[in-house]
């Protein structure tokens, strides 16, 4: 049981490039999250999904747009990479009922650096 | 508006010694509250959480955390520190909703001599 996975793990790139960061869960978790750790700010929420097929913004969505195709993946992309997206960016999944109590499971992160 | 304030940016103890790690909230409803673990080059993984019921919450690695209403406040304790505990500490509020998003503090991190 793998839980959450994320690929990559690190990324360097220069500043205009595109990548995408993929998270993939076996859990059979409805809702899917994307979030970024920047030193002395906590985590903090980039979009979201409660389902195939839907995404929604979180607190920081600009410069990031998201996929959620099949219910077990979670694509994160970046167009147009800007230096303030460097950070590491955390995937986690969660059951899908309005429980606030349900505990999200965390992949490993992508550390990624934008020159 | 919803947040969570870690006071501690950084900790040390030394191995043996007792930890309290603070947290405060500021949420209009009863909060869901949690405490998760980063070790270094990791992900997050729960310590424990609190939902209702006991005040008093028992979590994994030895950890317990008290949530007190009055103070809005849910600190993490551990009795005896060791060194395998040195990470960094999140604490975190369910927030009501269709996507039930966390709000994190800013961590506090954990240095432990032996």
């Known amino acids: 049981n793998a839980g959450v996975t994320q690929t990559p793990k690190f990324r360097v790139l220069k500043t205009g490039q595109s990548m995408t960061l993929l998270c993939a869960q076996d859990m059979n978790h409805e809702y899917m999250y994307w979030y970024r750790q920047d030193p002395g700010m906590g985590l903090r929420l980039i979009h979201y999904s409660v389902g195939e097929g839907t995404t929604a913004k979180g607190e920081v969505p600009d410069g990031y747009n998201v996929s959620r195709l099949k219910k077990q993946n979670f694509l994160l992309g970046l167009e147009s990479a800007a230096p303030s997206q460097t950070s590491v960016y955390f995937c986690a999944s969660k059951a899908g009922t309005l429980l606030s109590t349900d505990t999200q499971y965390f992949g490993p992160g992508t550390r990624l650096t934008v020159l | 508006a919803q947040s969570v304030t870690q006071p501690d940016i950084h900790i040390t103890v030394s191995e043996g010694a007792s930890l309290e790690l603070r947290c405060n909230y500021s949420?209009?409803?009863?909060?869901?509250l949690f405490w998760y673990v980063q070790s270094p080059g990791q992900g997050l993984q729960l310590l424990l959480k609190y939902f209702s019921g006991d005040t008093l919450v028992q979590g994994i690695k030895g950890f317990e955390a008290e949530f007190k209403r009055s103070q809005s406040s849910f600190n993490l304790r551990k009795p005896s520190v060791h060194w395998s505990d040195a990470a960094e500490y999140f604490c975190?509020?369910?927030?009501?909703?269709?996507?039930?998003?966390?709000?994190f503090g800013a961590g506090t991190r954990l240095a432990v001599h032996p």
């Open positions: 975190a509020v369910g927030a009501s909703g269709g996507y039930n998003k966390l709000i």
């Open positions: 949420y209009g409803a009863t909060p869901y």
